[in-house]
């Protein structure tokens, strides 16, 4: 879908279908029978089935099909990869384009609000088993959901003060607004499922304290927060920061923060992206984006490439940095090109490095196997060397799509179940 507004931080970028549009472009389907457009879809949203839906003019039967099989079903629609996944497996691809599926899907869900639909509920007989789940992103909420239309009595600990991890730190307004975030959340807290706030799990409360407290297994999907910057001089200065912190600050100060008149990105992925699209926002004169490969090789979006385009935003590729210079605060910022021949240097007031990130020390949680990376290891199910203790998402597949943690996290806690009835059992 095409990008259109340009003025405003917290505003979403994207229009949505009306009602005759939506109708018009459900139409395009050609309802196949093996709906490869299903198959492709990680978490098991069924566009096949809710396009069809919205077909035959059955919103709340499309809103059922989406929710019922992800309950982030809002966020996904503005997040997820459509392009490299169920519109890539779209029949029509070989006869025009693609359905619109990310956009239909847009649109289920907010008439799914409009109306006040209530579609998921619990068992009444409620389960004994209590499951605690670490962080509050994309895996997490998935697993909670799942484990609470379940029958299971499942808390979230979040050492924030908001639900949605990178859902509400680490995504521009201008792709995932903070409202949509926030209605998928309500539709987990509608279930039963209960929140801790501003508690970090192995610093504020131990793994034994969540025993203690009755949880039987406890499931981690903290994500990715640990700075990466690379080790090169004026690294220290201040400006210098990571995507995290840059997009979180952004988004508290709810578009008011002082980001200078000149704002560097460092990186090729969505995340730096949202970082020049929100620096933009702010109100930044110029910013560019560096990376040191080339345009076909970066693994941004190619939509939200060209909406940062339009923009103003400028995109110099095949050039790494090598040195921040200023004094006490950044001013420079110098690159070598990947030639071995060329140089930039380039005057900044903020230099952002969306180059990914790196996981916090798991270890703290408990004594968990961990990758040469810092991941846990877990294994296809979420299983970790520790019985009681299920990890996915980003801490274990070391930063993916949010449709790939919420399939993660589902999978996750089909596990737990298992685990559950095994114990049972004995």
């Known amino acids: 879908m095409s990008k259109v507004r340009k003025d405003n931080y917290t505003s979403e970028a994207a229009s949505g279908f009306t009602p005759r549009t939506a109708m018009e472009e459900a139409a395009r389907c050609l309802l196949c029978h093996d709906a490869p457009c299903s198959q492709g879809c990680p978490a098991g949203t069924d566009p096949g089935k809710f396009i069809r839906s919205i077909r035959f003019r059955n919103v709340k039967g499309a809103a059922e099909t989406i929710r019922e099989n992800n309950i982030l079903g809002g966020t996904c629609a503005r997040v997820c990869p ?16 693609p359905i619109e599926i990310g956009r ?19 068992p009444e007989n409620k389960k004994n088993e209590k499951v605690a789940c670490i962080g509050s992103g994309p895996a997490s909420l998935a697993c909670a959901a799942k484990l609470a239309t379940s029958g299971y009595l499942v808390t979230i600990f979040e050492s924030e003060e908001k639900a949605g991890g990178v859902l509400t730190y680490g995504i521009t307004p201008a792709r995932l607004p903070q409202n949509v975030v ?10 039963g499922v209960e929140f801790v706030f501003n508690t970090k799990v192995g610093e504020d409360l131990t793994i034994d304290d969540i025993k203690d407290k009755g949880f039987e297994a406890i499931f981690v999907g903290t994500g990715l927060w640990a700075a990466k910057i690379p080790d090169i001089p004026g690294k220290n200065l201040d400006g210098v920061t990571t995507a995290v912190d840059f997009l979180k600050n952004a988004r508290e100060s709810k578009g008011t923060l002082d980001v200078g008149s000149s704002v560097v990105v460092i990186g090729g992925g969505d995340v730096a992206m949202d ?8 109100g930044a004169e110029k910013v560019a984006i560096y990376y040191r490969r080339t345009l076909e090789e970066a693994p941004a979006n190619m939509e939200e490439i060209q909406y940062a385009i339009s923009l103003g935003v400028t995109i110099t590729t095949n050039f790494a940095p090598a040195e921040i210079t200023g004094d006490g605060k950044v001013e420079f910022i110098t690159f070598d090109g990947r030639d071995k021949k060329s140089s930039a240097k380039v005057a900044a007031d903020t230099v952002v490095f969306a180059i990914g990130q790196a996981p916090e020390d798991m270890k703290k949680l408990a004594p968990i196997e961990v990758t040469e990376k810092g991941t846990i290891e877990a294994d296809e199910d979420g299983k970790t060397n520790i019985d009681y203790i299920f990890a996915a998402g980003d801490i274990v597949n070391g930063g993916n799509t949010v449709v790939e943690a919420v399939a993660q996290g589902k999978k996750a806690a089909e596990e737990i179940m298992n685990y559950f009835e095994k114990k049972g059992v004995k």
């Open 182 to 191: 926030d209605q998928d959340i309500q539709k987990v807290k509608d279930l």
């Open 82 to 97: 459509y392009d490299r996944l169920c519109e890539e497996a779209c029949s029509r691809c070989g006869i025009d384009k």
């Open 275 to 282: 970082c020049a699209v929100s620096a933009k926002l702010l």
């Open 104 to 122: 239909l899907q847009r649109f289920a869900i907010e008439q799914e609000e409009a109306f006040k639909m209530q579609i998921l509920n619990t």
